[in-house]
């Protein structure tokens, strides 16, 4: 009885160990965009701001991105705080 038990506990154990391991990549999988990343991770203090994932995926904030050419100087990019 006692080995059934032990049986039993460990599959389960087993189990709970397998679908946290899964959801735990599936959330690591998330990181598509820099929003996703900035949400999880550090951003760069640079120009333009840059997010890094720790498997050394590379983010660029795209409004800075858009920002950054010389017909993108406007008032757009003023109204978001940017100085140029």
Known sequence: MNKKIL???SV???????VGGLV???QK???????SCAA???????????C???EGKSFTDPVEQKCATEQELSAT???LDHVY
Request: charged content about 15%.
């Open 52 to 54: 890094r994932t720790p």
């Open 12 to 18: 389960v154990l087993l189990l709970a160990i397998s």
């Open 24 to 26: 735990y990549m599936r």
């Open 7 to 9: 049986i039993i506990v």
């Open 29 to 35: 999988l998330v990181v598509n965009s820099f929003e």
């Open 40 to 50: 999880k991770y550090p951003v760069q203090e640079s120009y333009p701001t840059v």
């Open 77 to 79: 990019c003023a109204k």
